[in-house]
């Protein structure tokens, strides 16, 4: 895997939306954040846009985001914020001036189409939080941003459920929201998952959606070969009113209980406060203990 260059103080940050509008003043938490870190900062075009729900229309995130890409001032493009919109434009962009000089493209959520699709490509992304609602994130979640992008090392350790798949895996970090992956099979952004350990999380759906989701996957081969299962937040979800009968770790559980590989649950990632930054498309080692259960990145 290709790794973009870490950045360093006066390095430029482009600011985009590639789904939801957003404001500017929605972003003043996060411009103050990368001032503080030494960084400089420009916005995209999408960045006050609208378009319905949308940061300007399919054309002008397109547009802005090819734009940032092929910038070569710019060291790195945030994402704004989630919500819908980014598989509207992924078939509109041309990567080959990316993948001479790749960047680090940074988001979570909708954004899983960027990292999926960037992966195929052969090139690390960074699954983290976005400028949006910075401020309402923990300190811990906030010091990994600054730790992923500056090239810092990150070994993360947590306390072990005792749901958990204990055991030990190493390969390549795969992965992002659930939703935004079953919404790709089948396309040219779909995710390889043979031999790599796999993070999933998730916001806002039933339960029996989540069971169809991981259902889709594996029938479409993605747990087959899998050497590791990292589950973060499973946030609000939502049941009938006549009960699903399984929780969403039950669900993940049963679905791969075909498989023999560690499935370590509340990974502290995805749509929580502490929504740690994580290196996609690196190599790990994956430990699951009864006590504890930790990340190591191993180059």
């Not at 993070?199 to 996957?217: A, G, P, S, V």
């Amino acid at each position: 895997m290709i790794r973009p260059k870490h950045l360093k103080k006066g390095d430029t940050i482009a600011i985009v939306s590639t789904g939801r509008k957003v404001t500017k003043s929605e972003l003043n938490a996060s411009i103050l954040l990368l001032a503080k870190w030494g960084l400089k900062v420009i916005y995209g075009a999408s960045i006050g846009a609208e378009h319905n729900q949308f940061a300007g229309d399919d054309f002008l995130r397109a547009t802005d985001f090819q734009a940032m890409i092929d910038n070569r001032m710019v060291k790195a493009i945030w994402c704004a914020r989630g919500g819908y919109g980014t598989v509207r434009i992924i078939d509109k962009l041309n990567f080959n001036k990316f993948k001479k000089t790749p960047k680090w493209i940074i988001g979570y959520s909708d954004v899983t189409v960027l990292h999926s699709h960037i992966h195929e490509l052969g090139i690390e992304t960074m699954h983290a939080q976005m400028p949006v609602a910075i401020e309402t994130k923990s300190e811990s979640c906030i010091q990994s941003l600054k730790n992923a992008l500056f090239g810092e090392n990150i070994i993360i350790k947590f306390p072990s459920e005792k749901i958990n798949v204990i055991g030990k895996a190493k390969g390549l970090l795969v992965g992002g929201n659930l939703s935004i992956l079953y919404s790709l099979s089948g396309s040219s952004s779909a995710l390889t998952t043979d031999g790599k350990i796999l993070f999933i999380e998730d916001l806002d759906e039933y339960l029996y959606h989540i069971d169809r989701m991981l259902q889709n996957l594996k029938r479409n081969g993605v747990f087959k070969k899998l050497r590791g299962l990292i589950v973060g937040g499973m946030t609000q979800m939502h049941d009938n009113k006549i009960p699903y009968g399984k929780t969403a770790e039950e669900i993940i559980l049963d679905t791969c209980s075909d498989y023999n590989f560690p499935i370590v649950f509340n990974f502290p990632a995805g749509h929580i406060k502490n929504n740690t930054a994580l290196y996609l498309g690196r190599d790990i080692e994956l430990i699951v203990d009864t006590d504890r259960a930790s990340v190591t990145y191993l180059n």
